[in-house]
């Protein structure tokens, strides 16, 4: 009987032990891409990873409210320095990881193409969905990008403000706005919204999604593993798949 439950315990002892799963609390505009990268590296054997998507905003002041987070991938910088200011990223992990653009959407079933953002005011277009753009990234780039178009003052009154980007998207597709400034990424994987103008890289806001492994993570030995994974070429492949970019060198 001894014999057979020492035999266990050493088989038990010799069996691969799974790695714990890592925590990564994420942009939601980031969910599509980070699941498909999450499945693939768990099939080049990586560890689960447990994803919590929302607006960056809402994800900075969880981590600093002290949720038990391991891995954050933020949409803009400000949320990330948020963390940085609370003593929360752990040294030397910060990277710029993914770049993005902004993108008019409006309804699928009244397709239309613009030749800027300007064409926004047109009177039919009474109801523009932004996140909210004194907290969502999103809202900020969109607010920032029609305030040095000069167009902020004149469409505010129209502009419908949104928890998160893919709540936006969401107002577009439902009809409920008659245009939206999303990234387009997010556009790019609607199915009921159709892109009427993107806007180009040289013009637009400088969207960075920086990461960071948090000070204290309960398992920031995976969520190192991870953050290399979404740096590496396999990752590569799938952000492009999705219509992420990465940032210049250096940026």
Same mark, same amino acid.
């Given at each position: ?7 266990? #315990?050493?088989?038990?002892?010799? !069996? ?41 905003? @809402? #994800?900075? =002041? ?12 933020? !949409?803009?910088?400000?949320?990330? $320095?948020? @963390?940085?200011? &609370? +003593?929360?990223? &752990?040294?030397?992990?910060? /990277?710029?990881?993914?770049?993005? #653009? #902004? ?23 009474? =109801?523009?969905?932004?996140? $909210?753009? $004194? &907290?969502?990234?999103?809202? /900020? ?14 469409? =505010? ?21 008659? *245009? ?5 990424? $997010? &556009?790019?994987?609607?199915? %009921?919204?159709?892109? *009427? ?10 969207? @960075?999604?920086?990461?960071?492994? /948090?000070?204290?993570? !309960? %398992?920031? +030995? ?14 590569? =492949?799938?952000?492009?798949?999705? +219509? ?8």
């Amino acid at each position: 009987m001894y014999r057979a439950l020492a035999l266990l #315990l050493a088989i038990a002892a010799a !069996a691969p032990q799974t790695p714990p799963a890592v925590t990564v609390s994420a942009a939601i505009s980031l969910t599509d891409a980070l699941t498909a990268a999450a499945e693939q590296y768990k099939s080049a054997g990586g560890g689960p990873v447990l994803f919590n998507f929302g607006g960056s905003n @809402v #994800l900075a =002041r969880q981590i600093v409210n002290g949720a038990p987070v391991d891995l954050f991938i933020s !949409a803009d910088e400000a949320q990330m $320095d948020l @963390v940085a200011r &609370a +003593g929360l990223v &752990a040294d030397g992990t910060r /990277v710029n990881l993914l770049t993005n #653009l #902004l993108a008019v959407v409006v309804p699928g079933d009244r397709p239309r193409t613009l030749s800027g953002m300007r064409d926004l005011l047109d009177p039919a277009f009474k =109801r523009i969905a932004i996140g $909210d753009p $004194d &907290a969502v990234p999103a809202g /900020v780039y969109a607010k920032a990008f029609l305030q040095q178009e000069g167009l902020w003052d004149a469409l =505010r009154p129209r502009i419908v403000t949104s928890t998160n980007v893919r709540a936006a998207l969401t107002a577009v597709e439902t009809g409920a706005a008659d *245009a939206g400034i999303v990234y387009r990424t $997010d &556009a790019r994987m609607s199915t %009921h919204a159709a892109v *009427a103008w993107t806007v180009p890289a040289e013009r637009g806001p400088r969207i @960075v999604y920086p990461a960071a492994i /948090v000070k204290g993570a !309960a %398992h920031a +030995g995976e969520a190192a593993r991870f953050l290399a994974f979404l740096r590496g070429a396999e990752a590569d =492949r799938i952000f492009a798949r999705f +219509g992420f970019a990465r940032p210049p060198a250096g940026r």
